[in-house]
Nanobody
Framework: VQLQASGGGLVQAGGSLRLSCAAS????????MGWFRQAPGKEREFVAV????????YYADSVKGRFTTSRDNAKNTVELQMNSLKPEDTAVYYC??????????????????WGQGTQVTVSS
């Protein structure tokens, strides 16, 4: 599976961005799709996940209520809608595909394939 993330950019605090991740291959629906981010000088952290079955999503507490992830298995895409952005959301955002166990969805090591990352910068 190859992943291509897009949609990052510069936005003012309170604004919105939509990230998209396009996957190659016919087995997209078999994979749980996660979003992670890494800010300068910080470790990579979990943001959100769309489970293999459509409609099941989980979020980090820091983005809950502001971010929404959704997937379209027919189009092999997953999106991350980010609203009410804060300067602390500034990071490189990555999409990832894998088959994690439920207790491991927040761990990057559970994912096998990663996109190249897209920069999100939120100005204050």
């Amino acid at each position: 599976v190859q992943l291509q993330a897009s949609g990052g950019g510069l936005v003012q605090a309170g604004g919105s961005l939509r990230l998209s991740c396009a996957a190659s291959g016919r087995t997209f629906s078999r994979y749980t799709m996660g979003w992670f981010r890494q800010a300068p000088g910080k470790e990579r952290e979990f943001v959100a996940v769309a489970w293999r079955s459509i409609g099941t999503t989980y979020y980090a507490d820091s983005v809950k209520g502001r971010f929404t992830t959704s997937r379209d298995n027919a189009k092999n895409t997953v999106e991350l809608q980010m609203n009410s952005l804060k300067p602390e959301d500034t990071a490189v955002y990555y999409c990832a595909a894998g088959t994690p166990i439920l207790s491991g969805v927040r761990r990057g090591s559970q994912y096998d394939y990663w996109g190249q990352g897209t920069q999100v910068t939120v100005s204050s």
